[in-house]
Nanobody
Framework: QVQLVESGGGLQQAGGSLRLSCAAS????????MAWFRQAPGKEREFVSG????????LYADSVKGRFTISRDNAKNTVYLQMNSLKPEDTAVYSC??????????????????WGQGTQVTVSS
């Protein structure tokens, strides 16, 4: 089992920045693919970004590419999402998720068995 706890959400003005953190309680953190998803009111959960176990490979949704950066620190069992140039349409509940091998279908939330409770990000115009 993996327990995930997010932090760092809040209210920010458009153009501002926020940094989300997700701490994992597992002794094998480096074996999990980690991802961030978000869900806005009335919308389906969508993939935001993901990172491989070594941090060497990252994925981004087109809507956040160039503005968001995902990273991980395996020594601290933590994954981060640096969000810059925030837009009102980034407003959502952001959740981190962990996926063990095999690392396939990485964009689908249904492939991730472990989830955090989510943190609210609100961007005002």
């Amino acid at each position: 089992q993996v327990q995930l706890v997010e932090s760092g959400g809040g209210l920010q003005q458009a153009g501002g920045s926020l940094r989300l953190s997700c701490a994992a309680s597992t002794g094998s953190f480096s074996t999990y693919y980690m991802a961030w998803f978000r869900q806005a009111p009335g919308k389906e959960r969508e993939f935001v970004s993901g990172i491989s176990y070594s941090g060497g490979t990252t994925l981004y949704a087109d809507s956040v590419k160039g503005r968001f950066t995902i990273s991980r620190d395996n020594a601290k069992n933590t994954v981060y999402l640096q969000m810059n140039s925030l837009k009102p349409e980034d407003t959502a509940v952001y959740s981190c998720a962990a996926k063990p091998r095999p690392w396939m279908s990485l964009l689908s939330p249904h492939e991730y068995p472990f989830w955090g409770q989510g943190t609210q990000v609100t961007v005002s115009s």
